[in-house]
């Protein structure tokens, strides 16, 4: 389902919008029966079977809905037609901070990480783990950004791995994952915490906080990446580099508490002068 005019359920698909290694995402045609008022919305196909785990993916989902958090992407519903597992969702036009509609100024960046941590934080206190957070989840609208919704992976494949080592994979994309999770620490705050930091230094400085990543295959990737300590850049101010460091802390009691936390202290950077 690559092109105009194709469809999963009663939504009708008018272009692709972009696609990650197990799915894709198009702008739809609302049906009517949603009630809303938006002529489009964003529609995410996965290109995972649903099987067992499809209950355990609405039920998730369904909660992150439930929080109607200011810094979420409201979700619409969850669906599967012949198998097909897809969800609806708000369509922000303005992009992400992977690939905004137009430049943003560097206090432009610093908000939007710092609405998607307090997105973040919602979804912590809901006892919900994002798990994939990253500039491309972190989607401009109007009054700055929302995070878009958690990684589903997890809950439709066995043997889906948190670093997402699939076909596809590219290496410089490990650094997202909290390296506590590649040694069996369950994903939650302190995980969802270091990605932010990530993100953070990616979309200010425009590469990552581990060099040695950006050539090598994912599997070696990840034994450089489990030996390797972060390495911040040079063009970074000094409180900006002071969040990005506790953020990425090896030490998980050492980061941030919370991620409402660090969406204060990038707040706090933002509103300093050539913040």
């Known amino acids: 389902m690559d092109r105009a005019g194709d469809s999963v359920g009663d939504y009708v698909f008018l272009r692709e919008l972009g696609r990650g290694e197990h799915s894709q995402v198009y702008l739809a045609r609302t049906p009517r029966r949603l009630g809303i008022a938006a002529d ?3 529609v995410k196909v996965l290109s995972l079977t649903g099987g067992d785990g499809f209950d355990a993916l609405a039920g998730e989902l369904g909660l992150v809905a439930s929080l109607r958090s200011a810094q979420l992407v409201p979700m619409y519903e969850v669906g599967m037609d012949a198998g097909v597992v897809f969800y609806a969702m708000r369509y922000e036009p303005l992009g992400s901070l ?3 509609a137009r430049e943003l100024s560097r206090r432009e960046r610093l908000l939007a990480v710092a609405r998607a941590a ?3 934080h919602d979804m912590h206190e809901a006892g919900l783990p994002h798990r994939g957070i990253g500039p491309t ?4 609208d109007k009054a700055g950004a929302v995070l878009a919704e958690p990684a589903v992976g997890h809950l439709l494949t066995h043997g ?3 670093a997402g080592l699939g076909p596809g994979a590219r290496a410089g994309r490990l650094e997202l994952v909290d390296p506590e999770l590649m040694r069996g620490r369950p994903a939650g705050r302190a995980s969802d915490i270091w990605s932010l930091g990530v993100t953070l230094h990616l979309v200010l400085t425009g590469h990552g906080l581990f060099p040695a990543l950006v050539s090598a295959d994912p599997f070696t990737a990840v034994r450089i990446y489990l030996r390797s300590q972060p390495e911040t850049g040079e063009d970074l101010s000094e409180g900006e580099r002071a969040v990005v ?3 990425v802390h090896p030490d998980p009691a050492r980061r941030f508490r919370t991620a409402l936390d660090l ?3 990038v707040e706090d950077v933002a509103r300093r002068p050539g913040g």
């Open 118 to 120: 307090r997105g973040a």
């Open 137 to 140: 989840n972190i989607l401009l």
């Open 98 to 100: 992977s690939a905004p």
């Open 245 to 247: 460091v506790r953020a």
């Open 40 to 42: 489009t919305v964003a």
């Open 263 to 265: 969406a204060e202290a």
């Open 160 to 162: 889906h791995t948190i």
